[in-house]
């Protein structure tokens, strides 16, 4: 069964939830932005939690009032919905007009909006319903907001991790046509992305690898199971809080950078490398190459890698392939 629903959300709203669905990877065949999918698994992977806590937070305010107060139970049940809707739920802080949404709904989500027609709603419309909902997950932070997308994968994640057995799947991130198959250590979220990562070890490679859990699809649960390597998982775990994105090997590095470098070091935050001492204009580093090279090459002229010579060439050529093409 499908239907569609007309929905009414603030510009805000709207463009908060596409930031999700862009970054969570929700595209149509043409590789724009298929927010229609991603309000779709939102409503299917959130409604009882949403549903929990509204519930939940009603019943303490109610608490609150009967226990301070003579008030009867359903003044205070009028009251405490009166106090969400006015203070909780409101969007006070948006201005502008709501813009009007279509959204086409099947299978699960159709199921779950029809009970929320049929039971949810009290004096407010699904419109308004469903807009309370998408606003309480906003205000969730994003890696969090990320489990609960990815709910189905986080759950098989956790279930292995918590019975030490081997997963398999694909990546969207890889043009590899086969799975992955790994021996999964943790699950570590970066600060800078509010992205989270799977830090595992490749059963083929036998080397550390991480995933972000967001671009994993088809994840199966393999009846294989392995010992911990001890000195690994030490090793994952550090790199957990420095830099779950990359699990590469640390290099000695040495990079010099002009005044205007020095301020764009301060203000570019994401995936920023921490330097292990600075000497005037050198900043050394004990970080993985990767992240060195893809953090830098926004400097331009205004960082120069010193050493290592492998890092330093990588980012010639870099520049060097750029500026053949603008030459062309």
């Not at 279930?159 to 992955?180: D, I, N």
Request: charged share 30%.
């Amino acid at each position: 069964m499908t239907e569609k629903y007309k929905i009414y959300l603030s510009e805000e709203t709207r463009l908060r939830l596409i930031n999700d669905a862009e970054l969570f990877e929700f595209t149509k065949k043409d590789e724009s932005v298929n927010l229609n999918a991603f309000l779709k698994t939102l409503i299917v992977n959130y409604f009882d939690r949403y549903r929990r806590d509204s519930e939940a937070l009603l019943d303490n305010i109610m608490k609150d009032l009967t226990g301070l107060t003579s008030i009867s139970n359903k003044a205070a049940s009028a009251l405490a919905d009166k106090i969400i809707s006015t203070y909780i739920k409101a969007d006070n802080s948006q201005s502008g007009k709501n813009s009007a949404l279509t959204l086409t709904v099947s299978g699960a989500s159709y199921e779950i909006l029809k009970i929320i027609e049929l039971n949810m709603l009290k004096d407010t419309s699904l419109s308004q319903y469903l807009k309370d909902m998408f606003n309480s997950y906003l205000s969730i932070p994003r890696n969090e907001r990320e489990t609960i997308i990815f709910k189905d994968t986080y759950e098989d994640i956790n279930k292995a991790l918590e019975a030490h057995k081997v997963l398999t799947f694909a990546s969207t991130y890889s043009e590899r046509k086969y799975a992955f198959a790994v021996e999964p250590y943790m699950i570590a979220p970066s600060k800078e992305e509010q992205c989270n990562y799977l830090l595992c070890r490749d059963i083929n490679t036998r080397t550390p690898r991480t995933f972000r859990i967001s671009r994993m699809r088809n994840v199966f649960i393999t009846s294989d199971e392995f010992n911990i390597d001890e000195e690994l998982e030490k090793e994952l775990r550090e790199k957990a809080t420095r830099t779950p994105h990359s699990v590469s090997p640390n290099v000695q590095a040495v990079v010099r950078l002009s005044q205007s470098g020095t301020r764009l070091f301060k203000v570019i935050t994401k995936n920023r490398p921490i330097a292990s001492k600075i000497e005037g204009n050198l900043y050394y580093f004990d970080w993985p190459a990767l992240q060195l090279e893809e953090y830098f090459r926004r400097f331009g002229r205004d960082a120069v890698v010193i050493k290592p010579a492998s890092l330093k060439e990588k980012i010639r050529k870099y520049y060097y392939y750029a500026f053949k093409e603008y030459n062309k």
